[in-house]
């Protein structure tokens, strides 16, 4: 059964610096891994997708790794500021044929602050 | 181009009683999935419906059961509510198959009292 862990929980940084959340899956028989952001009370946006067989995306200050071997991704947000506060998630997608093909496992999430 | 809608944004039920919840999917979408998301967690996926079948199901009971309509909107149905099924339901649209992203509604929450 896939089991995706993000760390840390929380986070609270001041504005302007950059910083990283992890994501970590056990069963590395991915199809994809998507990284998602929720302000509270609200819906999930998607901000990046990663397709197994590829090692990053890159959209704007925001840039995810994915290293589907060891089972890790990491979210890098550069220069971050207070709009950036909400909580972030990661969720993976098994393989086509596959029990867990079109429905993807998330983490717990990280809430992140970041104040003036 | 309208996103995926969500009604209601807020249910308040009591316990025994049955809630059905909508969903229309963004334009062009003909896939739907359900989560439900407990305070302080993750989303849990309940089932995806396309072509008016129910395709994937997670581990939910048969309380959860839900619909698909010709129009791609889908309705989600819970029997016989529970204290434990208060959170955020929220609805995720794609194309056929798996590998796209998904575009999630706003969500409705449901407390059980």
Redesign the interface.
Known sequence: KQEVTQIPAALSVPEGENLVLNCSFTDSAIYNLQWFRQDPGKGLTSLLLIQSSQREQTSGRLNASLDKSSGRSTLYIAASQPGDSATYLCAVEGPPGGTSYGKLTFGQGTILTVHP | DAG?TQSPTHLIKTRGQQVTLRCSPKSGHD?V?W?QQAL??????IF?YYEEEE??R?NFPDRFSGHQFPNYSSELNVNALLLGDSA?Y?C?SSLE???E???????T?LSVL
Do not use: M
């Not at chain 2, 302080?40 to 996926?45: A, K, N």
């Not at chain 2, 992203?101 to 969500?107: A, D, E, M, Q």
């Open positions: 995926v896939t999935s989560y302080g967690q993750g989303p849990q996926f995806q395709r994937q997670g955020l929220l995720a198959g798996g590998g992203k998904l575009f999630f509604g706003s969500g929450q």
